[in-house]
């Protein structure tokens, strides 16, 4: 006898149908799965086989062949368990063939039970595109997958329940996504403040430009000057995920199973800092089968920021490069390709020298120029053209420290961040770019214009620094959001000469 259902994988962040079928015939008993499964699917042989007999039902002897199609789709992960079980018990007649096209997916247990999966939101996009009547999942991945509209979504907790289903009798689950969505994205309280950063008037300035137009920000400066607290303070700035951004973040994360218990939306932009010592595979993505997604993808929609930037492996480094430019990633493996979203703002920060002290008046340094050179070599030419933002801490001095006064919260900052967003995204019904870190080189032509005065700075800036392309594009993009931020339809020589300042840092002064 022959059973069939449908259930899905997850490559990259997209979903795909896989239909499993499953054929019950005579011969010495025997049980395979075809299809191009990985080990994890391979081994749910004994779990199925388990959970059938301990639910009360029977586990059909004879030769039983499972078939994920399509045969040429690497399939990996637990979540194909509860459709085989299912599909075993229809091609064996103890449960009817299903009227309804559902999604399944879930992990069974040795006694029958159902256990979360991951990767359940991208499934229910994918169910919701093809028009099915509905999903099976685990209970605890329900509200997960409700928040995609008019996809009618199965809690299960046992593989009897899922028979029930089948049956037309089992539960359904129904969330109001749009008062779900109203709740998650609700301002949360500020952890890192700018007000308690004391001094720094310079770092906060870029801070603010950084946020407002998603601009790449690096941070120089010696030890204990305030750098990693700086750059904490970015997400914070940032206007909250709008609910169509949420739902991406939340994607990626489901994928990569780092949802916390309970959470249904992720409320926070993400910030990842991942430590120096991390690998190739570990930034970009990797793994066994299809690959999962790495750090920079995992802080996409947020901030990804590297400490210590040079202590990084300059392979690591340059793998930054691509989805700095083109806000994507695309990993090739045998038999696999996935393309990962990477939109993403880098703050890095690092020390001027080995020891950190160069430039330092408090503390002289022992590093030797060769040092200094090789130091600050771990990061090439073209990573820093990438950057817009170079930004000099240096450490404060006693009374500073002491005596002053708090300077403005993130609240107040972020307010004006809000309304250079807005104008950016008023802008971007005409062109596309949501931010001005985003824009073109066509756009920019049409939205960065300069007087006779700030053509002419502009111009002998370009001599004076060796701006690339690039780089001469990145400083009109700095002009454009500092404009922004004070309600400048235009971009004066001011905001020019601001731009520029940010372009000739200690590192590039003494590269």
Same mark, same amino acid.
């Given at each position: 006898m022959?059973?069939?259902?449908?259930?899905?994988?997850?490559?990259g962040?997209?979903?795909?149908?896989?239909?499993?079928q499953?054929?019950?015939?005579?011969?010495?008993?025997?049980?395979?799965?075809v299809?191009?499964?990985d080990? /994890?699917?391979?081994?749910?042989?004994?779990?199925?086989?388990?959970?059938?007999?301990?639910?009360?039902?029977t586990?059909?002897p004879?030769?039983?062949?499972?078939?994920? +199609?399509?045969a040429?789709l690497?399939?990996?992960?637990?979540?194909?368990?509860?459709?085989?079980?299912?599909?075993i018990?229809?091609?064996?007649?103890?449960?009817?063939?299903?009227?309804?096209?559902?999604?399944?997916?879930?992990?069974?247990?040795?006694?029958?039970?159902?256990?979360?999966?991951?990767?359940?939101?991208?499934?229910?996009?994918?169910?919701?595109h093809?028009?099915?009547?509905?999903?099976?999942?685990?209970?605890?991945?329900?509200? /997960?997958?409700a928040?995609?509209?008019?996809l009618s979504?199965?809690?299960?907790?046992?593989?009897?329940?899922?028979?029930?289903?089948?049956?037309?009798?089992g539960?359904?689950?129904?969330?109001?996504?749009?008062?779900?969505a109203?709740g998650?994205?609700?301002?949360?309280?500020?952890e890192?403040?700018?007000?308690?950063?004391?001094?720094?008037?310079?770092?906060?300035?870029?801070?603010?430009?950084?946020?407002?137009?998603?601009?790449?920000?690096?941070?120089?400066?010696?030890?204990?000057?305030?750098?990693?607290?700086?750059?904490?303070?970015?997400?914070?700035?940032?206007?909250?995920?709008?609910?169509d951004?949420?739902?991406?973040?939340?994607?990626?994360y489901?994928?990569?199973?780092?949802?916390?218990?309970?959470?249904?939306?992720?409320?926070?932009?993400?910030f990842? +800092?991942?430590?120096?010592?991390?690998?190739?595979a570990?930034?970009?993505?990797?793994?066994?089968?299809?690959?999962?997604?790495?750090?920079?993808?995992?802080?996409?929609?947020?901030?990804?920021?590297?400490?210590e930037?040079? /202590?990084?492996?300059?392979?690591?480094?340059?793998?930054?490069r691509?989805?700095?430019?083109?806000?994507?990633?695309?990993?090739?493996?045998?038999?696999?390709?996935?393309?990962?979203?990477?939109?993403?703002?880098?703050?890095?920060?690092?020390n001027?020298?080995?020891?950190g002290?160069?430039?330092?008046?408090?503390?002289s340094c022992?590093?030797?120029?060769?040092?200094?050179?090789?130091?600050?070599?771990?990061?090439?030419?073209?990573?820093?053209?990438?950057?817009?933002?170079?930004?000099?801490?240096?450490?404060?001095?006693?009374?500073?420290?002491?005596?002053?006064?708090?300077?403005?919260? $993130?609240?107040?900052?972020?307010?004006?961040?809000?309304?250079?967003?807005?104008?950016?995204?008023?802008? +971007?019904?005409? $062109?596309?770019?949501?931010?001005?870190a985003r824009l073109?080189?066509?756009?920019?032509?049409?939205?960065?214009?300069?007087?006779?005065e700030?053509?002419?700075?502009?111009?002998?800036?370009?001599t004076r620094?060796?701006?690339?392309?690039?780089?001469?594009?990145?400083?009109?993009?700095?002009?454009? $959001?500092?404009?922004?931020?004070?309600?400048?339809?235009?971009?004066g020589? +001011?905001?020019?000469? /601001?731009?520029?300042?940010?372009?000739?840092?200690?590192?590039?002064?003494d590269?």
């Amino acid at each position: 006898m022959f059973g069939r259902l449908l259930s899905g994988v997850v490559v990259g962040v997209e979903a795909k149908l896989i239909e499993v079928q499953c054929d019950v015939g005579g011969g010495l008993p025997s049980f395979q799965i075809v299809g191009l499964p990985d080990k /994890e699917v391979s081994e749910s042989r004994e779990r199925i086989r388990s959970a059938i007999r301990n639910c009360g039902l029977t586990f059909p002897p004879g030769r039983i062949t499972a078939n994920l +199609a399509p045969a040429d789709l690497r399939k990996q992960g637990v979540g194909f368990d509860l459709p085989i079980a299912l599909s075993i018990l229809i091609a064996s007649g103890q449960v009817g063939v299903p009227a309804s096209r559902l999604l399944i997916v879930g992990e069974l247990a040795l006694n029958g039970d159902v256990r979360s999966a991951h990767g359940i939101l991208p499934l229910a996009l994918e169910a919701s595109h093809n028009k099915l009547d509905g999903m099976m999942v685990p209970a605890d991945n329900a509200a /997960e997958g409700a928040l995609v509209p008019a996809l009618s979504i199965h809690p299960i907790r046992s593989l009897n329940e899922a028979i029930a289903v089948l049956q037309g009798v089992g539960p359904r689950f129904v969330m109001d996504v749009s008062a779900a969505a109203a709740g998650e994205m609700t301002q949360k309280p500020v952890e890192h403040d700018l007000s308690e950063v004391r001094g720094q008037v310079a770092a906060k300035r870029a801070l603010e430009i950084a946020a407002a137009g998603g601009h790449n920000l690096l941070l120089i400066g010696p030890p204990g000057a305030g750098k990693s607290m700086l750059a904490r303070c970015i997400p914070e700035l940032l206007p909250p995920l709008s609910f169509d951004e949420a739902l991406d973040v939340t994607r990626i994360y489901s994928v990569a199973g780092l949802l916390s218990a309970g959470e249904v939306l992720v409320r926070r932009r993400p910030f990842r +800092a991942p430590h120096h010592t991390i690998s190739y595979a570990g930034m970009v993505g990797g793994g066994h089968g299809i690959p999962g997604p790495g750090e920079i993808t995992l802080a996409h929609r947020g901030v990804l920021f590297l400490d210590e930037m040079p /202590e990084f492996d300059r392979r690591v480094l340059e793998t930054l490069r691509q989805p700095l430019e083109d806000q994507f990633v695309t990993l090739a493996r045998a038999g696999v390709s996935v393309r990962y979203p990477a939109s993403f703002t880098l703050v890095g920060a690092m020390n001027p020298c080995p020891c950190g002290h160069l430039g330092d008046e408090s503390h002289s340094c022992a590093c030797a120029v060769q040092d200094i050179r090789r130091y600050r070599r771990h990061m090439s030419g073209p990573l820093l053209d990438r950057i817009d933002l170079f930004v000099d801490v240096p450490r404060l001095t006693p009374d500073e420290l002491m005596d002053t006064p708090l300077g403005e919260s $993130t609240d107040i900052v972020r307010e004006r961040v809000a309304r250079a967003r807005e104008r950016q995204w008023e802008r +971007a019904d005409a $062109t596309g770019a949501a931010s001005n870190a985003r824009l073109v080189p066509q756009e920019v032509r049409l939205q960065c214009h300069l007087d006779a005065e700030g053509s002419q700075l502009l111009r002998r800036a370009i001599t004076r620094f060796g701006l690339s392309g690039r780089g001469h594009g990145r400083v009109l993009r700095v002009a454009r $959001t500092i404009a922004d931020l004070v309600g400048s339809g235009d971009i004066g020589a +001011a905001h020019l000469a /601001e731009a520029l300042r940010y372009r000739s840092a200690s590192l590039l002064r003494d590269s």
